[in-house]
């Protein structure tokens, strides 16, 4: 009890905007406090832990050793307060919150504007930051507690991940209608002379497509990398480039835009697309909400499996 006489809650409060956001002025934006302020109170910090608890690298500051190990327990420890506190008392309404979201465009497609509808609706104090990266770093974001919730797909998730399907998918291939057989179809032997448009974060990344092909000890060429879904439908006119892709990437695709769609020649199983978060969220019943809140804007896409 001594050390807690040390400590009040708005320094923890403070402690956890820095330790996320790695940057005093925007922990000081996060927490609508003057920069000054929070500079004194980092100092108060590193004199409570006896630790720099952030230290400069280049441009940006990085996390001791200490500070990455008093992350986690932190967050336990301010979402078990604030269940303590707000047990059952959580009003959407009148909740003040930022929800720090990974997702790709295609989910930003499919999900985003019907969530930003529904919190505009029933929470228009709470607001949302979106970013993007591989499946990889949105695991390992949701572990350090960088961000509150990432959508995608998570075939393996990492000790503390709790993932929830939203609905199920499966791929198609689409090419320049004119660049196909009449019949819009491919052998798997021309399917693979074909170059092979991939999206992706970072050309190294695994994907399910490679993953099936390799399984059969064949390879394709991928001519183009890029991480930008509608903008993969775009190249392939007036070339002989193929895309596979999620089957729901497609529906901004006019049907007049002179593209074939068609199944791959090989078998690729539907996958599930989720939401994934940590389960040290698991008592915030503001995070609860908010995942409840996008599984409902996802129930129009369990209706079939794409278009």
């Not at 006489?5 to 956890?16: A, K």
């Not at 689409?174 to 170059?195: E, F, I, M, Q, Y």
Request: glycine share 4%.
């Amino acid at each position: 009890m001594d050390d807690l006489r040390r400590i009040d809650l708005n320094l923890l409060l403070t402690l956890h905007a820095l330790l996320t956001e790695k940057h005093v002025t925007r922990a000081a934006l996060r927490l609508h406090k003057s920069q000054p302020a929070i500079s004194h109170a980092l100092a108060q910090l590193r004199e409570i832990f006896g630790d720099p608890l952030l230290t400069r690298r280049g441009a940006g500051m990085v996390l001791t050793p200490r500070a990455h190990d008093l992350l986690e327990p932190l967050e336990l420890a301010l979402t078990q307060l604030n269940a303590l506190l707000g047990a059952g008392a959580f009003d959407p309404r009148q909740a003040v919150r930022r929800f720090r979201v990974a997702m790709s465009d295609y989910a930003a497609h499919l999900v985003l504007p019907l969530l930003v509808k529904r919190l505009r609706d029933q929470a228009p104090n709470i607001d949302v930051d979106v970013c993007q990266a591989s499946r990889e770093a949105m695991l390992a974001q949701l572990v350090d507690g960088e961000i509150d919730l990432a959508l995608g797909v998570f075939p393996d998730t990492a000790s503390g991940i709790v993932a929830e399907t939203l609905f199920e998918e499966h791929f198609v291939s689409v090419a320049d209608t004119h660049s196909l057989p009449r019949r819009g179809k491919l052998s798997l032997a021309n399917w693979l002379a074909r170059p092979h448009v991939l999206v992706a974060t970072r050309p190294d990344a695994d994907n399910e497509i490679d993953a099936a092909l390799a399984a059969r000890g064949r390879r394709r060429r991928v001519a183009l990398v890029l991480p930008h879904w509608r903008a993969s439908t775009e190249v392939l006119t007036g070339t002989d480039m193929i895309l596979t892709v999620a089957s729901r990437t497609l529906d901004h695709v006019p049907r007049d835009q002179g593209l074939t769609r068609f199944m791959p020649p090989f078998e690729l199983p539907p996958f599930a697309f989720q939401q994934a978060w940590h389960m040290r969220k698991e008592t915030d019943s503001a995070h609860h909400w908010f995942r409840g809140v996008v599984m409902d804007c996802s129930r129009p896409l369990q209706d079939g499996v794409g278009k």
